[in-house]
């Protein structure tokens, strides 16, 4: 089983995952080979909160002009992560 650090690898930082941080959803860019379970399980063990609910999303490469030819992004998997009723992740908050 990989370690919490290597499950979720940063917190998605945008206006949508800002406003849905006040209803208990935050999102997080995460391992592209973690599951449901795992991401749920690295959300409790860092920051001491109940998870409720794990919806991911796979984001596919997207082609990019450079100045020598094309390229392409990586490969990413973003989750979003809801809380249970009264839990809070104080880190995340940006104000």
Known sequence: MPKNRDVLRR???SEKS????????????VDRLA?????????EDMF???VNKVRTTKIY???KRTRT?????????????QL???YVIETLKVQ
């Open 61 to 63: 490469p997207k082609p």
């Open 11 to 13: 917190p998605l930082v």
């Open 69 to 81: 030819g094309y390229t392409h992004t990586s490969v990413m998997k973003k989750a979003e992560v």
């Open 84 to 86: 249970s009723e009264g």
């Open 48 to 50: 001491d909160v109940k």
């Open 35 to 43: 599951n449901k379970i795992e991401i749920a399980q690295a959300v």
């Open 18 to 29: 800002m406003e849905q941080q006040e209803s208990g959803i935050y999102t997080f860019i």
